[in-house]
């Protein structure tokens, strides 16, 4: 939930693209536009993560 709740301007992708990227290859990953905050709290955190 942390990773998520800070991701602004950055991208997801699994491993190997991540490596190809390194590589200086171009692959297609999910990119935020702006800032998309998921709020949780103590309360609600568990059942959040549970979701996902």
Do not use: H, I, K, M
Request: proline residues 2%; aromatic residues 10%; negative net charge.
């Amino acid at each position: 939930l942390n990773l998520a709740n800070r991701l602004y301007g950055g991208a997801v992708t699994d491993t190997d693209d991540a490596c190809r990227l390194l590589a200086g290859e171009t692959v297609t990953v999910w990119q935020v536009e702006g800032s998309v905050p998921l709020r949780f709290s103590f309360d609600n955190a568990a059942a959040l993560y549970a979701d996902l």
